[in-house]
């Protein structure tokens, strides 16, 4: 798939600076930076999610009772 994207002069150079910089070409370094953003706030979503459960259940577990309810001790 091809996307294209409009940018100033000023952040054209920036980014391909920073791209040179980092020895990766600009498609790799937007690639990257897009997939980090996009994992970042799925694991934010997660964490609440998650958060919000044990608030409403705060039932906490060692992990030696991991470990026995799973068999691995």
Do not use: H
């Not at 940018?7 to 498609?27: G, H, M, P, Q, W």
């Not at 937007?30 to 459960?53: G, N, P, W």
């Amino acid at each position: 798939m091809t996307v294209s994207l409009r940018l100033s002069n000023e952040d054209a150079v920036l980014i391909k600076k920073y791209a040179e910089l980092n020895k990766i070409s600009v498609s790799d370094l937007i690639r990257q930076t897009v997939m980090e953003r996009i994992e970042t706030e799925y694991d934010l979503e997660v964490f609440y999610k998650a958060l919000e459960e044990y608030r409403s259940n705060p039932v906490t577990y060692s992990l030696d009772d991991v470990e026995r309810e799973l068999g691995l001790k």
